[in-house]
C-alpha cells in the first residue's frame, strides 16, 4: 500500500489509506501498524483548529496479547466510543459515547460526575485539554495533543491517557493513543480517525 498525504479534496482516498491498514491487521500486525505509523509522520497539525462534534472511529490497538484480542473482539461487537467534542476557544473537549453504554460506564466509573448530555442518541464524557506540541515517541513532528490529566477524571484509568492527533487529508484526521503504565513509563496503544459529523 503506498501511503501519501493526500491534497485538499481527498477525503475518501485518505479514509481508504487508513480502511485498508485496518484490514492488512488481519493478515500482518507489523506491517499494518508501520504503515499506519508511516501515515501518521506524513500528517500535520490541524489547518484550522478543530471545533465542534467529530465522529471517530477505532482504527487498531496494541495493548498486551491477550488484552489486545479481547479489546479487538469487543469493539467488533460493540463501540460506545463514537468521536470527541472539541472547543477550539476553550482549547478544551470530551468524548461522545452512545447512550446504550451509560450505564456500563457509571458501573466502571462509580465516582465519576462527568456525564453530559449530548443528544437523543448520545452523552458525552470525560474531558480534555488540547494544545500543539512535539509528538511524545515522534519529536520531530508537531501534533494536537489531547491531555486527560485533569482532576475531574478517573486517577488510575482515563488520566493516564494522551491522544496525539495530525491532519492526514482535508478534513480527515490520524489520531495515536498513548498509555502511562502505573511504573510511569509510555506506550503507544492504538491509532483512530476522527472526521468532521456530518
Do not use: C
Request: no cysteine; hydrophobic share 40%; aromatic share 12%.
Amino acid at each position: 500500500m503506498n501511503l501519501q498525504v493526500i491534497p485538499v479534496g481527498s477525503i475518501s482516498e485518505t479514509t481508504d489509506e487508513i480502511r485498508a491498514a485496518q484490514q492488512l491487521m488481519k493478515q500482518d500486525r507489523r506491517r499494518a501498524f508501520a504503515e499506519l505509523n508511516e501515515l501518521f509522520r506524513k500528517g500535520h497539525p490541524p489547518d484550522s483548529p478543530l471545533d465542534g462534534p467529530y465522529d471517530g472511529k477505532l482504527v487498531a490497538v496494541d495493548i498486551l496479547p491477550g488484552i489486545t484480542r479481547f479489546v479487538e473482539w469487543l469493539s467488533a461487537l460493540w463501540m460506545p466510543w463514537k468521536g470527541k467534542y472539541l472547543l477550539k476557544e476553550d482549547a478544551k473537549g470530551d468524548n461522545i459515547f452512545g447512550r446504550n453504554s451509560r450505564l456500563i460506564l457509571r458501573l466502571l466509573f462509580p465516582l465519576y460526575r462527568g456525564f453530559i448530555e449530548n443528544d437523543a442518541e448520545t452523552f458525552r464524557a470525560f474531558i480534555f485539554t488540547t494544545s500543539i506540541d512535539a509528538g511524545r515517541i515522534d519529536p520531530d513532528r508537531k501534533v494536537l495533543k489531547i491531555d486527560y490529566d485533569s482532576s475531574f477524571n478517573p486517577a488510575l484509568t482515563i488520566r493516564r491517557i494522551l491522544d496525539e492527533v495530525v491532519q492526514v487529508g482535508e478534513g480527515t484526521y490520524l489520531g495515536k493513543i498513548h498509555l502511562r503504565w502505573w511504573w510511569g513509563t509510555w506506550k503507544m496503544i492504538g491509532y483512530f480517525s476522527l472526521q468532521p459529523k456530518k
